[in-house]
């Protein structure tokens, strides 16, 4: 069993940065596909982006392509979202998840296994 705790939500101005952490727990890590999902009050649950368990592929939702950026550290078990030139539509609560499987690729939340407890990030305009 994988868990994972995120890290580094917070109150940021529109055009600010922040960075989300996920450290995961277990033997796993290195095996599993990683990625970040958030929702925003009154709406569904959305794919932000994925990195395959290499690091070698990323994945983006348009709203975010440019903006974002995913990495991960297998040897610290740590997954890094970093948000620059924030908007007040990237307001929600951030969630880190992972998958059993090694493909990157996967952009819907029934693909993925493990869930972190989520991290709240308002941007201000």
């Known amino acids: 069993q994988v868990q994972l705790v995120e890290s580094g939500g917070g109150l940021v101005q529109a055009g600010g940065s922040l960075r989300l952490s996920c450290a995961a727990s277990g033997r796993t890590f290195s095996s599993n596909a990683m990625g970040w999902f958030r929702q925003a009050p009154g709406k569904e649950r959305e794919f932000v982006a994925a990195?395959?368990?290499?690091?070698?592929?990323?994945y983006y939702a348009d709203s975010v392509k440019g903006r974002f950026t995913i990495s991960r550290d297998n040897a610290k078990n740590t997954v890094i979202l970093q948000m620059n030139s924030l908007k007040p539509e990237d307001t929600a609560v951030y969630y880190c998840?992972?998958?059993?499987?090694?493909?990157?690729?996967?952009?819907?939340?029934?693909?993925?296994?493990?869930w972190g407890q989520g991290t709240q990030v308002t941007v201000s305009s």
């Open positions: 990195i395959s368990a290499s690091g070698g592929s990323t």
């Open positions: 998840t992972g998958r059993r499987r090694s493909w990157g690729g996967a952009v819907s939340i029934s693909e993925y296994d493990y």
